[in-house]
């Protein structure tokens, strides 16, 4: 399997849970723990500018399905 179908794989993981579950991965469970850390990986890639043009834009997608399940506290 090559980076890329790696990189897919894993993207077509996290945009499906977020859709089945209606929010994003959890810190605080380890099964979903594998997401969460390729999730905010793949956020520091795209603010430093250091992440292919072809997987920024599909990353973007991802990060607007990720803010409508974004956590407000109690304050906000």
Known sequence: MTHDERWQQQYDQVMEFMNINQRRPSKHRIEEHLM??????NKKLAANGKMPLQRHEKFMELMEVADKYKRLNQYG
Do not use: A, I, M
């Open 36 to 41: 969460l850390n390729w999730l905010k990986h």
